[in-house]
């Protein structure tokens, strides 16, 4: 049995975005499966070097903090990407990274399109209606299907509260990202 690879400590980068985490090896010469957090992973592949950290929970991790993974090749692979990194030339090498959590900096996404915008840009963001009411702060996104789905966290009678608006243009006006503020055509008691 080979030992795990040798990684690099690293500073995780100011700007770094989790963007996936690691799943298995993938094949015998230290290719690993990369389960993508977006359905379009462009910056797993603009980014040459990731940054790993460990599980949150579960599983076992033979190292601590943030280490480098400088990547050789990444490539789309059915519901996934596979990737191949220096120092990781064995499958049991590519085991040992299993539930690492891969990180990327923000600089590696492509730049964006008018009106299109990453999640991890929208998360945090507070969404008012077009008479000003507050309605909650962008807490996560879901992927319904056809649409995305803003789930916002609010607070109603001092209890933490949680509401639902589609991210179609039908209902949303406008997305100011330096004003950290969504606008919407929505009521409080939809």
């Known amino acids: ?40 992973p462009e910056a797993l592949f603009a980014s040459k ?3 790993l950290q460990p599980a949150e929970r579960g599983g076992k991790s033979f190292f601590v903090g943030t280490v480098q993974l400088p990547i050789r090749q ?17 499958r049991d090498a590519a085991e040992a990274l299993r539930g690492a959590r891969v990180f990327v900096p923000r600089e590696s996404f492509p730049a964006t399109q008018e009106d299109e915008y990453y999640w991890v840009d929208l998360i945090g963001l507070t969404v008012v209606n077009r008479e000003g009411v507050n309605l909650g702060v962008v807490r996560e996104l879901l992927a319904t299907g056809p649409q995305t789905t803003l789930v916002l966290g609010y607070e109603h009678e001092g ?32």
């Open 1 to 40: 049995m080979s030992q795990p690879p040798v990684l690099e400590a690293a500073d995780l980068p100011a700007d770094a975005v989790e963007v996936g985490r690691i799943a298995d090896a993938w094949g015998v010469k230290g290719w690993f499966k990369v389960l993508p957090y977006s359905s379009a």
């Open 49 to 51: 070097t990731w940054f």
């Open 74 to 90: 990444a490539r789309s692979h059915s519901d996934a990407i596979v990737a191949w990194a220096r120092g990781v030339d064995d």
């Open 159 to 190: 209890k933490p509260q949680q509401r639902m608006i589609p991210f179609v243009s039908a209902y949303v006006d406008k997305v100011d990202l330096a004003g950290r503020c969504i606008t919407v055509d929505w009521q409080p008691d939809y």
